[in-house]
């Protein structure tokens, strides 16, 4: 999952109705991966963690050329 724009401020929006946050560890739990928009996390003033590590343009572009189906939203 490569997170862009907002998306990289998934844990201030997780809450008890929107649990975020449990359903992010589940995804990782199950083997998914993770990365953030560096450039969309310096615009927030955020930094590169284990929650949301850090990425750029070549890691996107990599998700996308190894997948068969590409969900945006």
Same mark, same amino acid.
């Given at each position: !999952?490569?997170?862009?724009?907002?998306?990289?401020?998934? @844990?201030?929006?997780?809450?008890?109705?929107?649990? $975020?946050? /449990? &359903? !992010?560890?589940?995804?990782?739990?199950?083997?998914?991966? @993770?990365?953030?928009?560096?450039?969309?996390?310096? $615009?927030? /003033? &955020?930094?590169?963690?284990?929650?949301?590590?850090?990425?750029?343009?070549?890691?996107?572009?990599?998700?996308?050329?190894?997948?068969?189906?590409?969900?945006?939203?």
């Amino acid at each position: !999952m490569f997170l862009v724009g907002d998306g990289v401020e998934y @844990l201030a929006h997780s809450s008890d109705q929107f649990d $975020i946050k /449990k &359903q !992010m560890e589940m995804y990782l739990e199950s083997g998914g991966t @993770l990365i953030a928009c560096g450039t969309c996390l310096a $615009i927030r /003033k &955020q930094e590169s963690g284990k929650e949301c590590p850090a990425g750029n343009m070549e890691d996107f572009y990599r998700i996308v050329a190894e997948n068969d189906k590409v969900l945006t939203f």
